[in-house]
Nanobody, 120 residues
Framework: QVQLVESGGGLVQPGGSLRLSCAAS????????MNWYRQAPGNQRELVAAITSGGRTNYTDSVKGRFTISRDNAKNTVYLQMNSLKPDDTAVYYC??????????????WGQGTQVTVSS
């Protein structure tokens, strides 16, 4: 079965850094767009960063210049390097994999989430 397993979350002071990892199994990883979402208490889940199968990246405005998404297809893993962290970055971060199948339908999978807390 498909599994997306996030790791790397934790407590960090403002201005600090964390690197999240998401290891995928059960999918042909290189075919999928990989995304990082986050959800803070009381807020909707929002897309933070995405990387396509071809390596094109996209970021939400609030993290541009601070976060970097990357992927290693040999390791079936996607990363999110987070620098200059702010208290507003506090949230549960979720890994998502999706692609379009031959019928034009979106096929997607989610990880269980990892908590990131930015606080002094």
């Amino acid at each position: 079965q498909v599994q997306l397993v996030e790791s790397g979350g934790g407590l960090v002071q403002p201005g600090g850094s964390l690197r999240l990892s998401c290891a995928a199994s059960g999918i042909i990883f290189r075919l999928y767009t990989m995304n990082w979402y986050r959800q803070a208490p009381g807020n909707q889940r929002e897309l933070v960063a995405a990387i396509t199968s071809g390596g094109r990246t996209n970021y939400t405005d609030s993290v541009k210049g601070r976060f970097t998404i990357s992927r290693d297809n040999a390791k079936n893993t996607v990363y999110l390097q987070m620098n200059s962290l702010k208290p507003d970055d506090t949230a549960v971060y979720y890994c998502n994999a999706n692609r379009m199948n031959g019928l034009g339908q979106t096929v997607g999978y989610w990880g269980q989430g990892t908590q990131v807390t930015v606080s002094s």
